[in-house]
């Protein structure tokens, strides 16, 4: 399981990624309680599954300018990819210096 931040997961299955959204909540065995986003091909793909629902949920907010909405996603983006963007560039820059 990956935990993406203190809301979101994603899990693999044999076809590839389940994405869940935590409710923060336990039901009565104890374990806790998932909102299923649905199904992922690859990691990237999940990646962008939850920064849509979390645009939504910020658009759920409040009441934002344009601009303000733009900053908003735009910071939501750059918190979701800035690690995995620098794994992968970290990867690309070891491959090539082995080919």
Do not use: C
């Not at 990624?17 to 009565?28: G, N, P, Q, S, T």
């Amino acid at each position: 399981m990956i935990r993406v931040n203190y809301d979101f997961t994603i899990k693999s299955y044999s076809q590839g990624y389940k994405v869940y959204r935590e409710l923060h909540k336990i039901d009565k065995k104890g374990n806790p309680l998932y909102d299923f986003l649905g199904y992922a091909t690859d990691i990237p793909h999940a990646l962008g599954m939850i920064q849509k629902r979390m645009e939504r949920e910020k658009v759920d907010e409040g009441d934002w300018t344009l601009k303000e909405a733009i900053e908003q996603f735009k910071a939501i983006h750059d918190d979701l990819y800035k690690d995995f963007l620098s794994i992968e560039q970290t990867i690309k820059n070891h491959e090539n210096t082995h080919s």
